[in-house]
């Protein structure tokens, strides 16, 4: 058999742009206590321009813009269900978006850059990331390429005083980290590799005078000679968001190589879970038919994969894919800033049908 599996994170309006077909003009659906559920427009069975989504009490939740070929162009609001921004991206002068979060009482949480990936509607972290205390102090400062970080990672206090500088590459940590006094001198210096702590730790007292000196290698601290009891100090995690990861991933390092490992292995479970050969009967005789089948999914806070979703011109189809995609192990749940969150997936599948594809 044939076939092509393309995977890709989306966010959550990609998949409804794929749905039931609909026809030109203004669209409206309402929630089952009849409040108005989302408002818009399609053309060619596509989304475009302004679409709104509102909570079941009325309260506006969201706001986006798609061009008039459907794409995604990053431009969003999102509300509470008290109306409180919570989130909007806007355009910058030099062609990226910039993003800007805010807790349930409206306090700026976070202001990151956005860029636009492949010219394709998808967005990347790219660019200077900020995030605040309530006071308004920075908390912390880093730097995003293609959602990997990158640089130097510093943290602050409340008071503005620098804790910590940890260097990362390709979203792990790689090269020096720093834990500092508040009179700035240096509190503990040392390497990793790897994302694991390696070679000497160096810790100091606030005069700079070296107190002792611990040893790892690849993580793991090595015993010292008088077996003295050590307390070992934790480097701070730098990686705003992690996204849920499929057994197996956990030591993947970055954003693309995990990425990567749940291409990898959610498209090869669902190929091995899909049996494409049953639906031969499709294309009698000699004949082939392409059988696309759009599938999406959401991964849960706890890691189980739930609302699972699938189009395709076959019930039948449908109805086996969406029994494939239920049968997925659970998954490292997706996190972010410490917390864990529910994280929508999405996939199309193409196979042919028929003599040919035999």
């Known amino acids: ?5 393309v995977l890709a994170f989306i966010c959550s309006s990609f998949f409804a742009n794929a749905q039931t077909k609909h026809p030109d003009g203004p669209f409206k659906e309402f929630h089952s206590n009849a409040q108005l559920k989302r408002e818009g427009y399609y053309k060619n069975d596509k989304k475009i321009n302004v679409w709104k989504e509102y909570y079941d009490n009325g ?42 979060e805010y807790d ?10 956005l860029r ?25 400062e880093s730097v995003y390429d293609n959602n990997e970080l990158n640089g130097i990672w510093k943290a602050f206090d ?26 700035e001198e240096v509190k503990l210096l040392g390497l990793c590799n ?26 793991e601290l090595k015993k010292t000679k008088d077996q003295e009891v050590i307390e070992e100090v934790l480097i701070p995690e730098g990686i705003v968001y992690k996204q849920p990861l499929f057994p ?22 669902f190929k091995s879970h899909f049996n494409i050969g049953k639906f031969d009967v499709l294309a009698p005789g000699y004949e082939t038919k392409k059988i696309k089948v759009n599938i999406s999914f959401r991964i849960s806070e706890s890691g189980d994969v739930n609302t699972v979703r699938a189009t395709s011109d076959y019930p039948k189809v449908d109805e ?18 410490g917390n864990p969150l529910t994280v929508p997936y999405s996939f199309q599948f193409v196979f042919l049908a028929g003599g040919n594809s035999k």
């Not at 058999?1 to 599996?5: A, C, D």
């Not at 349930?104 to 850059?113: D, F, K, P, V």
């Not at 197996?248 to 954003?255: H, M, N, R, T, V």
């Not at 086996?320 to 800033?337: M, N, S, T, W």
Request: net charge neutral.
């Open 1 to 5: 058999m044939r076939y092509l599996i």
């Open 59 to 100: 309260q506006l939740s969201e706001v986006y813009v798609l061009d008039d070929t459907g794409k995604n162009t990053g431009l969003k609001r999102e509300y509470s269900k008290e109306g409180v921004l919570l989130k909007e991206t806007k355009n910058v002068l030099d062609g990226g978006l910039v993003c800007s």
């Open 104 to 113: 349930n009482e409206g306090t700026l949480l976070a202001i990151y850059g």
């Open 116 to 140: 636009e990936q492949n010219n394709l509607g998808r967005f990347v972290w790219s660019g200077d990331y900020k995030e605040f205390y309530k006071n308004g102090v920075v908390k912390i």
């Open 158 to 183: 409340e008071v503005g005083n620098l804790a910590w500088e940890v260097e990362y590459l390709n979203g792990y940590k790689q090269g020096a980290y720093k834990q500092f006094y508040e009179n």
């Open 194 to 219: 790897s994302d694991k702590k390696d070679d000497e730790e160096k810790h100091f007292d606030t005069s700079g005078k070296l107190l002792k000196v611990l040893k790892y290698k690849r993580g």
């Open 248 to 269: 197996g991933c956990e030591d993947a390092l970055g954003f693309s190589a995990q990425n990567k490992c749940n291409y990898d292995h959610i498209s090869g479970f």
């Open 320 to 337: 086996d894919a969406i029994e494939a995609i239920k049968k997925l192990p659970k998954f490292e749940p997706g996190v972010k800033r």
